[in-house]
């Protein structure tokens, strides 16, 4: 679904000062920052290695490694954001690298 | 098919609570401190504002249908089936339920008849949580109950056992970076997954490294959850494959890295 914006709320680790957020224009963006934000920290580990490759079970453990992670999503219908939990957004994760795949 | 609306539903409603309970944060622009009143954009520290939010709040809990109808259009599957065969035929509707919920919440679990009133030998179980659904597939599956060894396998497509997206980011990480996902077989042995790869497709993933519209960090104060509280979730159990480096690290370490690697990231923006 095109449009939508999506507010990512974040907190890496257990310090509340590391509460962050990112918006992005739609669902599926906001889900390819998420997958930056794992590459880019595979990045920072192996900064020597030109190509990265993982698994979605990565991802999920990167994810669920979090202190916490959200998402607010506008609808437009109410002119309100609506809020979805951690497993929401792996479940969409797996969805859209689903589609990637499959085009 | 009433029945997975329904529960749909429910599971929406809580949901809805759980936001309402936690307490929002507001965030006016994209950098500063700004107010906090629940789900209200422009909202002011004025206790009566502060009322009125959280009777927004309210408002959105009595709309379950709105959530339901969300996790419709979305695709959202409401729990994980298995599909357990070569049962003897003294396994009951208790026993199943007995065994399988020991591994999470069973949302549902019958044992099958044929037309005669016997059982045939086979049975379902619906997890709530599909890592509760894998963690029992892996601890019973070809395990004897009643002298005879289970076979288990997940029903229905899209659930992460037959085939598993894996990720390949080929170029420089300043955001020329393609990202191309292809579906591997896992559990192979076990699903019913075809092994033959689809066709993978290039994705230019400009924008990803760049946070959209940029970033900004906030504090909160007054009510909210325990600084040291961590909400943490079934965690997704999937085996992955011996490719590629995966460095082992404890969550202490991982901390430290993502604390770290965000210091970065706000330096750099």
């Known amino acids: 679904m095109a449009g939508r914006h999506t507010i990512i709320l974040m907190q890496p680790s257990q310090n509340r000062a590391s509460r962050t957020f990112m918006d992005y224009n739609s669902i599926n963006h906001a889900l390819d920052g998420i997958c930056g934000l794992y590459e880019r920290k595979i990045r920072d ?6 190509n990265i490759t993982y698994d979605i079970s990565d991802l999920y453990n990167f994810i669920d490694g979090l202190a916490d992670i959200s998402a607010l999503v506008y609808d437009h219908s109410i002119q309100a954001f609506l809020p979805y939990d951690r497993q929401w957004i792996k479940q969409k994760l797996f969805q859209h690298l689903k589609k990637l795949a499959q085009r | 098919m009433s029945y997975y609306e329904r529960r749909g539903g429910d599971r929406g409603s809580g949901r809805i609570q759980g936001s309402g309970g936690r307490g929002g944060h507001v965030l006016r622009g994209r950098s500063g401190l700004a107010p906090r009143g629940p789900l209200g954009v422009n909202s002011r520290p004025s206790a009566r504002t502060i ?14 249908d709105l959530f339901s109808d ?3 259009a979305s695709g959202i599957e409401t729990g994980t089936k298995l599909y357990i065969s070569n049962l003897d035929y003294g396994v009951s509707n208790e026993d199943i339920k007995e065994l399988f919920s020991e591994v999470g919440h069973l949302k549902r679990f019958a044992v099958h008849y044929d037309g005669y009133g016997r059982p045939n030998g086979t049975a379902e179980v619906v997890f709530t949580r599909r890592s509760d659904a894998i963690a029992a597939l892996k601890r019973y599956n070809n395990v004897l109950l009643d002298g005879k060894a ?5 029903i229905g497509n899209d659930l992460g056992l037959p085939m598993t997206p894996r990720i390949n980011v080929v170029g420089a990480s300043n955001g020329r970076a393609t990202r191309t996902v292809v579906m591997t077989p896992e559990f192979s042995q076990r699903g019913r997954g075809s092994s033959s790869r689809p066709l993978s497709n290039r994705f230019n993933n400009r924008g990803g490294f760049q946070a959209g519209r940029g970033r900004g960090q906030f504090q909160s104060w007054g009510r909210g959850r325990g600084q040291f509280q961590s909400r943490g979730r079934g965690r997704a159990q999937f085996q992955g494959r011996g490719r590629g480096r995966k460095p082992e690290k ?4 991982l901390d430290k890295d993502l604390e770290s690697y965000h210091a970065e990231a706000m330096k750099t923006d």
């Not at chain 1, 580990?45 to 030109?50: K, L, R």
């Not at chain 2, 009322?51 to 379950?64: E, G, L, V, Y």
């Open chain 2, 51 to 64: 009322a009125k939010s959280f009777s927004r709040t309210k408002d959105m809990t009595w709309r379950p």
């Open chain 2, 70 to 72: 969300s996790m419709a």
């Open chain 1, 45 to 50: 580990i192996n900064p020597m290695i030109p």
């Open chain 2, 250 to 253: 404890t969550a202490d370490e």
């Open chain 2, 150 to 154: 289970m076979k288990i396998e997940v």
